[in-house]
């Protein structure tokens, strides 16, 4: 079993930064690709940003320029660094993993959640 915790939500100003960082313990062979979703109300959940193994990127067109996503490997983590932000990125925020087992078996986890409000 795998867990995530992620921690770094809050409330900023617009124009503010938050970073968001995700952590994943338990039966880890190793970690595919990583990513950050979020879901505002009333609207599905969107990708914000993916890295892979190899460390190609891909963002959101809202998000580009303002948001950067980087993982640690060796500690299993996935970060967002959200810079110049605005009301519309209030949403409750969540990690993605794709985790390897040692038979080369994929599978999805996902982080609990954390809010971010951004007032204006």
């Known amino acids: 079993q795998v867990q995530l915790v992620e921690s770094g939500g809050g409330l900023v100003q617009a124009g503010g930064s938050l970073r968001l960082s995700c952590a994943a313990s338990g039966s880890i062979f190793s970690i595919d690709a990583m990513g950050w979703y979020r879901q505002a109300p009333g609207k599905q959940r969107d990708v914000v940003a993916e890295i892979t193994s190899g460390g190609s990127l891909n963002y959101a067109d809202s998000v580009k320029g303002r948001f950067t996503i980087s993982r640690d490997n060796a500690k299993n983590t996935v970060y967002l660094q959200m810079n110049s932000l605005k009301p519309e990125d209030t949403a409750v925020y969540y990690c993605?993993?794709?985790?390897?087992?040692?038979?080369?078996?994929?599978?999805?986890?996902w982080g609990q959640g954390t809010q971010v409000t951004v007032s204006s």
């Open positions: 993605n993993i794709v985790v390897v087992t040692a038979s080369l078996d994929e599978y999805d986890y």
